[in-house]
């Protein structure tokens, strides 16, 4: 029988915990996961595409079976490079369901050889998603076990106010 390889497609802007209990759940059906990194132009992301891969790169080194590649074409074009045969995402609540959907039938009009697979996250990530991660970092919330100790540090360093210029906030006096 020959190996069976998922593609695990996103921005990852940052990776978070959700992601990687994605793939750590994806290998236990899969031989091999390929993580995909997509350079979105729809998307301003806060980390370059390189950042982005060496985060989710970090993230899943201990993992057997898993690699991290970027792409910037068609997400079926990076499957068939990589010879997966089915793409892995994630649904955390019913509002997900429609695009991904919608995402799901454009990939099979374009390429008949890639099943799409929705998995649900473990229930400690269901409200988790990346741009609520960058929005509490942002404004100095804790984000210790929302993502990766290397992504942590990467957004720490990202989003200081001495980097960033931001004004600490002030409190009046009356």
Do not use: W
């Amino acid at each position: 029988m020959s190996e069976r390889t998922a593609l695990f497609p996103g921005t990852f802007d940052p990776f978070t915990n959700g992601h990687l209990d994605l793939t750590r759940r994806a290998t236990r059906l899969f031989d091999r996961v390929v993580v995909a990194v997509a350079d979105s132009q729809a998307k301003a992301t806060l980390f370059t595409l390189e950042e982005r891969t060496d985060m989710a790169r970090a993230a899943v080194q201990s993992m057997r079976r898993v690699e991290v590649v970027s792409f910037a074409d068609l997400v079926v074009a990076c499957a068939e490079r990589v010879g997966a045969t089915v793409m892995i995402r994630g649904l955390r609540a019913v509002s997900d369901f429609e695009f991904e959907f919608q995402m799901a039938l454009m990939n099979r009009r374009l390429s008949r050889s890639v099943e799409v697979a929705f998995l649900m996250p473990s229930i400690q990530y269901t409200y988790l998603n990346s741009t609520i991660v960058k929005e509490v970092a942002r404004l100095g919330g804790v984000i210790k076990g929302l993502v990766p100790p290397v992504v942590e540090r990467r957004l720490r360093e990202r989003l200081s106010p001495k980097r960033s210029g931001a004004a600490r906030p002030r409190v009046a006096r009356g």
